[in-house]
């Protein structure tokens, strides 16, 4: 079983709220469907690339069975009048050996308070220490919060195919790099950083993708 599975560390938001990181666990199902209920049009569209009402049984099946391997996601957790809920997640998929494409979304009552960037943080450790090289990631080119977030770890535009969307990526050594930067200006958090799994003496080779799956990229193909 994969450590990533047991993955939990806390944070802080901008305002100074805390926020549990964590795998996304099977039981999260209803959490998941409210923050998707509490996530707007535009939002879901920049994530799902088109405009998304509800998810079948066969996609949510898709976002909630993860390996852990080839398939990692974790959510950030926040508490809500005493309620825990679910604020924000990210995932990264192997679509290739050693390469991951990495998406994200956050509940928009939360966006802007630095989830996204802690989310990109921990899925960045979670790629080194599986063994992977490089991420990469589809975003569309209106939106400026997301293209932002992946300037600040490095990610580079990728390649110039079709206008209406753009294709990122970073070797991850380079997000690492960029992620010390990152915590050492603006997110630096010492209780949290403890609890970041420390590298491992040698990296594993990661899982092999089973197939590509179009319902993690934020395009539907
Ligand atoms: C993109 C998204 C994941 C970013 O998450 P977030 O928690 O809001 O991001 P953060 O708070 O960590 O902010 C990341 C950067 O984007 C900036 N940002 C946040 N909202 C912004 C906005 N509306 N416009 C421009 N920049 C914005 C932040 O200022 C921050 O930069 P800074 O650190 O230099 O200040 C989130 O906005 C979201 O879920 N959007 C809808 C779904 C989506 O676009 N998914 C991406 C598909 S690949």
């Known amino acids: 079983m994969p450590e990533a599975v047991d993955y939990s560390a806390l944070e802080h938001l901008r305002d100074g709220r805390p926020v549990k990181i964590r795998a996304l666990r099977p039981d999260d199902r209803a959490d998941m469907l409210a923050a998707i209920g509490r996530t707007s ?41 005493g309620q825990p809920i679910i604020a924000g997640g990210g995932r990264y998929i192997v679509v290739r050996p050693g390469h991951a494409e990495i998406a994200f979304v956050v509940v928009d009552d939360y966006q802007g308070q630095g989830i996204g960037t802690i989310l990109m943080r921990h ?80 990296s594993r080779h990661t899982k092999l993708p089973v197939k590509p799956w179009p319902y993690h990229r934020c395009r539907f193909e």
């Open 41 to 81: 049009m535009q939002s879901l569209q920049r994530r799902f690339f088109v405009p998304k009402k509800g998810f079948s049984e066969r996609e949510l099946a898709f976002f909630l069975d993860i390996d852990f391997e080839a398939h990692v996601a974790l959510v950030a957790q926040i508490d809500e009048d």
């Open 123 to 202: 899925l960045a450790v979670l790629a080194r220490d599986a063994g992977l090289k490089e991420l990469i990631a589809e975003v569309l080119p209106e939106n400026s919060a997301m293209l932002k977030l992946f300037k600040k770890f490095g990610f580079k535009t990728a390649s110039k195919g079709s206008p209406q969307v753009i294709h990122l990526a970073s070797a991850l050594n380079r997000v690492l790099r960029f992620m010390v930067h990152s915590i050492g200006t603006r997110y630096r958090n010492p209780r949290s950083e403890r609890r970041y799994p420390p590298a491992r003496a040698s």
